[in-house]
């Protein structure tokens, strides 16, 4: 069975500052997806960032970034410049074959 | 924005009643899951759908039940509420053949008391 693992259930940066969120996860499966989404108080759910695990270069998406590990299993996120828009929780996912499998989220809190 | 939409979007009930929550989307979408959100937990798996008719468990299965008779609607069942399922639920739908993201609703908090 995939998992997926967050092990800092809080963090707090800075604004403009850099912060890393660690998740790491497990599957026998090659041929996956993983993404990090946002949720802000609203509970909208929102995609930032994705990786295809074929694919080794890091993905990127402006302030956001991934550092993918394979052989690993790790997949962190780091937000450059952090906002104050940044504040929310952020859960790692990831999508093997069907199933879409969640992580326990990470609260980031920026300081003005 | 993905048309998906949660029915109800808030509950209470009482302990030992049936409670059914609706998803539907407008996408066409084959996959279609629930999810529970407690604080700690982040979003567990429930159920989920790979096509009409064809569901599947998830991680938290135990007290619900799940039916999709066409791709547009996904039915969540507590067969018997509660205090424990006392939770905020997601829907989500994917279609792997047209992107990899999932699209989510706006959840249903169901309180059982």
């Known amino acids: 069975a995939q998992t997926v693992t967050q092990s800092q259930p809080e963090m707090s940066v800075q604004e403009a500052e850099t912060v890393t969120l660690s998740c790491t996860y497990d599957?026998?499966?090659?041929?996956?997806?993983l993404f990090w989404y946002k949720q802000p108080p609203s509970r909208q759910m929102i995609l930032v960032i994705r990786q295809e695990a074929y694919k080794q270069q890091n993905a990127t998406e402006n302030r956001f970034s991934v550092n993918f590990q394979k052989a690993a299993k790790s997949f962190s996120l780091k937000i450059s410049d952090s906002q104050l828009g940044d504040a929310a929780m952020y859960f790692c996912?990831?999508?093997?074959?069907?199933?879409?499998?969640f992580g326990q989220g990470t609260r980031l809190t920026i300081n003005p | 924005d993905a048309g998906i939409t949660q029915s109800p979007r808030h509950k209470v009930t009482e302990t030992g009643t049936p409670v059914t929550l609706r998803c539907h989307q407008t996408?066409?979408?084959?996959?279609m899951y629930w999810y529970r959100q407690d604080p700690g937990h982040g979003l567990r798996l429930i159920h989920y759908s790979y096509g009409v008719k064809d569901t599947d468990k998830g991680e938290v299965s135990d007290g619900y039940s799940v039916s999709r008779s066409k791709t547009e609607d996904f039915l969540l069942t507590l067969e018997s509420a509660t205090s424990s399922q006392t939770s905020v639920y997601f829907c989500?739908?994917?279609?792997?053949?047209?992107?990899?993201?999932?699209?989510f609703g706006q959840g249903t908090r169901l309180t059982v008391v």
């Open positions: 996912a990831f999508r093997g074959a069907q199933k879409l499998v």
């Open positions: 996408e066409n979408h084959r996959y």
């Open positions: 599957t026998s499966e090659s041929d996956y997806y």
């Open positions: 989500a739908i994917s279609e792997p053949t047209r992107n990899t993201e999932a699209f």
